[in-house]
């Protein structure tokens, strides 16, 4: 079974621009979060979406926004952006019945803000 | 809200030793979960093993294997018999056991700890 695909691998925005990156779940995954990871650090959470709804979100701003589709498929969209904003993007995959559940991640999305 | 970590921005290991990673965490609650992940350069990130809070007993899976200390909130990774697949960024996580499925997308990770590997 294929994992979890992130799409673009890489992208090169200016200051100010928008960009929309997208995910695809591991078949049967109704759940998918997102995280950004800033070099050197750890994964921070973005979004939580299941079932089409959002089910939580991380402490970010209103520039960050994401939806989730019928096919269980994601967008994360992230408005104006700033320097700030380069990091390597992870999206995770779940069928979330128990906390014990694993998050499977996908290879990420590698965006630089020049 | 919880806090994770990890105190070891790096560590090293020859070939065939052991090493331990550290983790501590910060919670009021009682029921939750841990993870060791792993991250090897420009590779997907991997769960390495979990560790249920009201579970005393230790996990383990192959070489792996958790000190979880729940009063002293300290959950360290031990790798024995370290191979040069080992060689990874391991990041400590928790997730809350929040009834309902809304939390369960969302995990909190600590900073990461680079494991080198020397044959």
């Known amino acids: 079974d294929a994992g979890v695909t992130q799409s673009p691998t890489h992208l090169i925005k200016t200051r100010g621009q928008q960009v929309t990156l997208r995910c695809s779940p591991i078949?049967?995954?109704?759940?998918v979060s997102w995280y950004q990871q800033v070099l050197g650090q750890g994964p921070q959470f973005i979004f939580q979406?299941?079932?089409?709804?959002?089910?939580g979100r991380g402490n970010f701003p209103d520039r960050f926004s994401a939806r989730q589709f019928p096919n269980y498929s994601s967008e994360l969209n992230v408005n104006a952006l700033l320097l700030g904003d380069s990091a390597l993007y992870l999206c995770?995959?779940?069928?979330?019945?128990?906390?014990?559940?694993?998050?499977?991640f996908g290879p990420g999305t590698r965006l630089t803000v020049t | 809200a919880q806090t994770v970590t990890q105190s070891q921005p790096e560590m090293s290991v020859q070939e065939a030793e052991t090493v331990t990673l550290s983790c501590t965490y910060d919670t009021s609650e009682s029921d939750y979960y841990l993870f060791w992940y792993k991250q090897p350069p420009s590779r997907q990130m991997i769960l390495v093993i979990r560790q249920e809070a009201y579970k005393q007993q230790n996990a383990t899976e192959n070489r792996f294997s958790v000190n979880f200390q729940k009063a002293a909130k300290s959950f360290s990774l031990k790798i024995s018999d370290s191979q040069l697949g080992d060689a990874a960024m391991y990041f400590c996580?928790?997730?809350?056991?929040?009834?309902?499925?809304?939390?369960?997308?969302?995990?909190?990770f600590g900073q990461g700890t680079i494991l080198t590997v020397h044959p």
């Open positions: 995770a995959s779940s069928f979330p019945t128990r906390p014990s559940d694993e998050q499977y």
């Open positions: 078949s049967g995954h109704k759940s």
């Open positions: 996580a928790y997730r809350s056991a929040d009834a309902g499925g809304t939390s369960y997308g969302k995990l909190t």
């Open positions: 979406y299941y079932e089409k709804e959002e089910r």
